[in-house]
């Protein structure tokens, strides 16, 4: 069984996502007031992002990308700067990436989506070979992972609306197989978030106004839940020496006054102590 989750960054975000284990480090963002946190040994940083961001990610050899509302930008922490890389999407001006990972062999895996929950004009795409390529997956409104299995031959993408978690193969050319339903989720327990793996294959999903964390075994099998004293869970990483302990962003966004008054902790940075380690972060390789 886990541990009970507690507070280790109070940071009031109001739309936390995209936490990561980077070298020692925990990073995530704030989307909607837009900038990136470092939470390391306790003490936190925050760096001002001149977009809605929504991932950062290791690049091999050093240094960090992120994904801002306009595209992929190179990040430097050491004055806070941001310098174009790739553009996505500038035929959607109201788009904004969402959230990423990297695969076993560099590429990263990120999706798109409408700023205002609209439109279904989010997408998921791949870099590989400095080169953005649509996976082919179905249009979302939102959304959210990818999560790619420990042995780096599956892909879960999660479209937040429909409540769906879906999963697809991934080819030795990087292509997809057909998507194939892995969890859906009635929307009275929340909707689907970001999604995570651990090391044992078993796919982690916060819930947005679940107040709670769900791990599903590879078979899509509901294991365990653990409940927040917050409503909105956003995504799960894994982190600490060991990568033993579960870190989660959370959100203050759609929730009113007295909501908020309910919930002195939305928005803040938690851990706890997952029972299971998760996979180390790969470095992009593209």
């Given amino acids: 069984m886990t541990g009970t989750p507690e507070v280790v960054a109070p940071v009031g975000a109001m739309l936390g996502e995209g936490p990561v284990w980077i070298c020692g480090a925990l990073w995530f963002v704030d989307i909607k007031a837009p900038c990136i946190y470092r939470l390391d040994d306790g003490d936190v940083t925050r760096w001002a992002a001149p977009a809605p961001v929504g991932w950062v990610m290791p690049v091999a050899g050093g240094g960090l990308v992120a994904g801002l509302k306009t595209g992929i930008h190179r990040f430097d922490p050491t004055n806070g700067s941001f310098s174009a890389r790739i553009e996505v999407e500038p035929d959607l001006p109201d788009n904004r990436l969402n959230d990423a990972v990297v695969g076993p062999d560099g590429s990263l895996w990120f999706g798109s989506m409408d700023d205002e929950e ?32 420990p042995d780096g031959r599956t892909l879960y993408v999660t479209d937040t609306f429909a409540g769906t978690i879906g999963q697809a193969d991934i080819n030795d050319d990087g292509s997809l197989g057909s998507l ?18 651990d090391a044992e294959g078993c796919v982690w999903a916060g819930l947005f106004g679940g107040w709670s964390a769900r791990r599903y075994d590879p078979a899509g099998a509901l294991i365990e839940t653990v409940r927040f004293p917050v409503a909105n869970v956003t995504k ?29 902790l939305a928005g803040h940075l938690f851990a706890f102590d997952a029972g299971v380690a998760g996979v180390p972060v790969n470095a992009i390789r593209s």
């Fill in 118 to 149: 609209a439109q279904a004009s989010g997408r998921f795409y791949r870099l590989s070979n400095g080169r953005v390529s649509d996976t082919g997956l179905p249009a979302a409104v939102v959304t959210n992972g990818p999560a790619i299995s």
């Fill in 180 to 197: 194939r339903p892995f969890v859906t989720i009635d929307k009275s327990h929340g909707y689907p978030d970001g999604p995570t793996v």
């Fill in 236 to 264: 799960i990483a894994f982190g600490g020496a060991d990568l033993r302990t579960a870190y989660a962003t959370t959100a203050k966004l759609a929730l009113d006054t007295a909501a908020l008054d309910a919930q002195p």
